[in-house]
């Protein structure tokens, strides 16, 4: 398999407290991205990072890559409880021609108001 | 803001039957994908489709399904026999530009079969 695990499974916290969702993977990546899914519905894009990249912002949202561990983690500052969802990485194998996400197993998260 | 469409959201059907479901792509992409999410379990992906042919596609994209572009702006996923273990939820997703960016995915078809 591609993919290995996210942890945790399931996270809660309190509203306005930050939150770190961890990712392995087992092969090289061309890039790593983490999607947002609310319960029974569609996957959201948050944030692509590149191999060549190992810190990316987007608002309140940090991803950090690390390829020599084969880990990335994404950190929610200042939650809120719309940020309620299940968050899953995914990653593009770097192999020629190969697209296709990769989907980790997913972090529930349930921010307490 | 462009999105990905599907229809319809929830498709109920009997086993053995055949099942088409609908995918509008965001205009100006050129790469097309279908994956599905049984259940409490991962995002598993099936097929991608570039240039009108099928580019890659997984163990479970087997000779039960199809995909086909059958004009500039449907993509569809056939199911030939429908069986049990096909009820999830199937995302389709597409890419502009190059393979490697941004999968924008549709909210999803829940198919179940009865």
């Known amino acids: 398999s591609q993919q290995g695990e996210e942890d945790p499974q399931a996270l809660s916290i309190q509203e306005g407290e930050n939150a770190t969702m961890n990712c392995s993977y087992k092969?090289?990546?061309?890039?790593l991205q983490w999607y947002r899914q609310n319960s029974g519905r569609g996957l959201v894009h948050l944030i692509l990072?590149?191999?060549?990249?190992r810190e990316k912002h987007s608002g309140r949202l940090r991803v950090t890559l690390d390829t020599s561990k084969k880990s990335s983690s994404l950190l929610i500052t200042a939650s809120r409880a719309a940020d309620t969802a299940s968050y899953f990485c995914a990653t593009v194998y770097s192999g020629a021609g190969s697209y296709q996400l990769t989907f980790g197993k997913g972090t529930k998260l349930s921010v307490i108001p | 803001e462009p999105e990905v469409t599907q229809t319809p959201s929830h498709q109920v059907t009997q086993m053995g039957q055949e099942v088409i479901l609908r995918c509008v792509p965001i205009s100006n992409h050129l790469y097309f994908y279908w994956y599905r999410q049984i259940l409490g379990q991962k995002v598993e992906f099936l097929v991608s489709?570039?240039?009108?042919?099928?580019?890659?596609k997984s163990e479970i994209f087997d000779d039960q399904f199809s995909v086909e572009r059958p004009d500039g702006s449907n993509f569809t996923l056939k199911i030939r026999s429908t069986k049990l273990e096909d009820s999830a939820m199937y995302f389709c997703?597409?890419?502009?530009?190059?393979?490697?960016?941004?999968?924008?995915f549709g909210a999803g078809t829940r198919l179940s079969v009865l």
């Open positions: 489709f570039y240039n009108n042919e099928i580019s890659e």
């Open positions: 997703a597409s890419t502009e530009g190059w393979g490697g960016n941004i999968q924008y």
């Open positions: 092969t090289s990546i061309n890039n």
């Open positions: 990072i590149r191999s060549n990249e």
